[in-house]
Nanobody, 115 residues
Framework: QVRLVESGGGLVQVGGSLRLSCAAS????????MGWYRQAPGKQRELVATSTTSGSTNYADSVKGRFTISRDNAKTTLYLQMNSLNPEDTAVYYC?????????WGQGTQVTVSS
């Protein structure tokens, strides 16, 4: 069984930074894609950034230049460094793992940016 546990969310002021982590455990087969998604109140869940085991990354236009996705050497911990945060970044951030035949989600971590 696969388990994803996010951490690092919290309350930050406009212009501040946060670093999210997602620790994956269980049968993590390769190749795979891990990513961050977010859901603001009243809105649909949206992609923030993804990272593949081959090293490719992808970002939503709204976070390009501000957020950086990365993995540890074992490829089982995913990070999201978020800089220059603004109120529009307020959301619950979810970690997702895409394997060949199924995907998994974490429980989410709240990020609140106050003005």
């Amino acid at each position: 069984q696969v388990r994803l546990v996010e951490s690092g969310g919290g309350l930050v002021q406009v212009g501040g930074s946060l670093r999210l982590s997602c620790a994956a455990s269980g049968s993590i087969f390769r190749p795979n894609t891990m990513g961050w998604y977010r859901q603001a109140p009243g809105k649909q869940r949206e992609l923030v950034a993804t990272s593949t085991t081959s090293g490719s990354t992808n970002y939503a236009d709204s976070v390009k230049g501000r957020f950086t996705i990365s993995r540890d050497n074992a490829k089982t911990t995913l990070y999201l460094q978020m800089n220059s945060l603004n109120p529009e970044d307020t959301a619950v951030y979810y970690c997702k793992l895409d394997l060949q035949y199924r995907n998994y989600w974490g429980q989410g971590t709240q990020v609140t940016v106050s003005s």
